[in-house]
Every structure is written in structure tokens, then in C-alpha cells.
């Protein structure tokens, strides 16, 4: 090393601080992914306790009561939903995520969303407007991540809208770019 020992002895406290953020970030993800793996498998359990509930296995459910539990399977759904995603950020960071490109229509893909989170807006009395294009607008995705995107876009503007308010999910094209929007 050459120069002045003030910069030197900056230097090393530099690289020092950059390798212990390296290792938190690697707990951090180590964590992030144990966690999510963790939660899995009571999740799953309940699920299945409460499709048996709904089936009425036990015994039969009043009104009331199966609301609750259809109100508990939403709930379940939407937390599997998070652990997905960070499972899914998870490997993304790590740089081992699978992807499963195929050519596929946007809107298509996007009409599934919508339809995914019809109950959802209904109960929260907003309507959801789709502006997509008759024609297909084709675009190379993993299916599951696209669906996936459009639902936590439509899910986020269901949860800051108001009652009776409206959200708007919109595909276009320029025949070289596909755009999907929501306001």
C-alpha cells in the first residue's frame, strides 16, 4: 500500500465494514429462507383443517361459523401467498431461481388475476375494469410469476381503494413492447 497511513487504515476500515455486510446479508438470507420454509408446512396443515371443517367431516357448520372458516382460508391463502414470495425473493437473490419461459398471451394471463380476485374486490365493493385487446398480446413469461405479479399489483390497489371505488388493470402493445398498468 502506498500513500498516507490515514488513507490506508480508511481502507482497510472500508473493506472490514463491506465484509460484515456481506455476512448479514447472507444471515439475512439464510434467515429469510429458513423462515419461509419453516411456516410451509403449518400452513399446509391448516389449510387442510379447514377443507375438512368446510366439508363438514366432523359435524355440520351453521352459517356463521362457515364464514369464519372461509374467512380463515382467505387469510391462509394470502399468508401462503407471502411465503411464496419470499421464498421466491429468496432464491431470486441467491441467483438459483427457475424460471419456465413460454410464449403466452398477456391479457389471458391477466384475465386470470382479475378472476382470481373477483370475491376479493366484491367484499371490499370495488369494481375492477379490464383494458386489454382482443387480439393476443404475446409475451416470453413464467405463467406463475406474471399471474402472481398481476395479483399483488390488483391486491395492493383493492386494499388502498376505497368502497364503491374502481381499479383499472390494463394491457397494451406497440407490437415490440407489452405494458400492463394499474390505477
Not at 460484515?20 to 447472507?26: A, Q
Not at 364464514?67 to 407471502?82: F, K, T, V
Request: with cysteine; aromatic share 2%.
Amino acid at each position: 500500500r502506498s500513500g498516507p497511513p490515514e488513507l490506508a487504515a480508511l481502507a482497510d476500515d472500508f473493506n472490514a465494514m463491506a465484509s460484515r455486510l456481506g455476512e448479514l446479508d447472507r444471515l439475512k438470507e439464510e434467515l429469510l429462507s429458513s423462515v419461509s420454509h419453516d411456516l410451509k408446512a403449518p400452513l399446509a396443515s391448516m389449510h387442510e383443517t379447514n377443507e375438512l371443517l368446510l366439508e363438514e367431516v366432523p359435524g355440520p357448520l351453521n352459517g356463521a361459523q362457515r364464514n369464519l372458516i372461509e374467512l380463515n382460508q382467505g387469510c391462509n391463502a394470502r399468508l401462503s401467498g407471502m411465503v411464496d414470495d419470499l421464498l421466491d425473493l429468496s432464491r431470486m437473490e441467491a441467483g438459483v431461481m427457475k424460471y419456465k419461459f413460454h410464449r403466452l398471451d398477456l391479457a389471458s394471463l391477466v384475465r386470470v388475476a382479475v378472476g382470481d380476485l373477483a370475491a376479493a374486490a366484491a367484499s371490499r365493493r370495488v369494481r375492477i375494469d379490464l383494458e386489454a385487446p382482443t387480439d393476443p398480446v404475446w409475451v416470453d413469461c413464467d405463467e406463475t410469476l406474471i399471474v402472481r405479479v398481476a395479483e399483488n399489483l390488483l391486491s395492493n390497489a383493492l386494499r388502498y381503494s376505497p368502497a364503491n371505488g374502481c381499479v383499472r388493470i390494463g394491457v397494451e402493445t406497440d407490437g415490440r413492447v407489452a405494458k400492463l398498468t394499474v390505477a
